[in-house]
């Protein structure tokens, strides 16, 4: 269990989602105490990191998101120990097994579609125990309820989060955070 980020997201449950470069400036400012980093390169990583550190909040970098970089044990290797983010988010059930294996804060992204990636998505969460899981669409509360309960683990619900109902709704349902690119709902 990963208690640091439990606590931060108990503090503030809105997690600010960045996909471009310029919004980086914009999630410092808000007040939300952690960075989801979904776009960044080999080259600019490490500033990235530095940056949203340095301005007290809590990164996860999405590593399959990330160009220049294999999607390996090494990659990951490399991006811990030499970048320092909090942890990493990834579709994949092998890096969260590779992470979890380095005491790396992990987080798997599932994108539900139907009920076979419903169902294989919980069966891939069984298999790997990540620190939590991101499910998208964010949306569907009576599926954060049933992965919750199934899994009896943290569950953050992300993409499509558009207004305050659905960041209400999707807490009501037992997701623990949102992550959102929407940069009105960072000041909730």
């Known amino acids: 269990m990963n208690d640091r980020l439990y606590e931060k997201i108990e503090a503030n449950p809105i997690i600010a989602a960045v996909n471009s ?21 080999i080259f600019n990583l490490r500033k990235i990191i530095d940056k949203v550190k340095n301005a007290n ?19 990951l290797k490399y991006i811990h120990e030499n970048m320092k983010p ?7 059930s092998s890096l969260v097994k590779l992470a979890r294996s380095m005491h790396i804060c992990a987080i798997q992204r599932l994108f539900i579609l139907d009920s076979l990636s419903l169902e294989r998505g919980i069966h891939s969460i069984h298999n790997t125990r990540p620190d939590a899981i991101e499910i998208l669409p964010g949306i569907m509360p ?4 049933k ?19 659905d960041v209400i709704q999707s807490l009501k349902a037992g997701a623990m955070g949102i992550s959102t690119s929407k940069e009105e709902i960072w000041y909730m």
């Open 142 to 145: 009576k599926i954060i309820k």
């Open 57 to 75: 909040m809590d990164i996860y970098v999405h590593i399959d998101l990330m160009e220049g970089f294999s999607k390996d044990m090494m990659a």
């Open 21 to 41: 470069m310029e919004k980086i400036d914009l999630a410092i400012k808000s007040p939300c105490e952690i960075v989801f980093l979904l776009k960044g390169n």
């Open 86 to 92: 909090d942890g990493i988010i990834t579709t994949k």
């Open 147 to 165: 992965v919750n309960n199934e899994t009896k683990l943290p569950v953050i619900g992300g993409g499509l989060i558009i207004d305050k109902e």
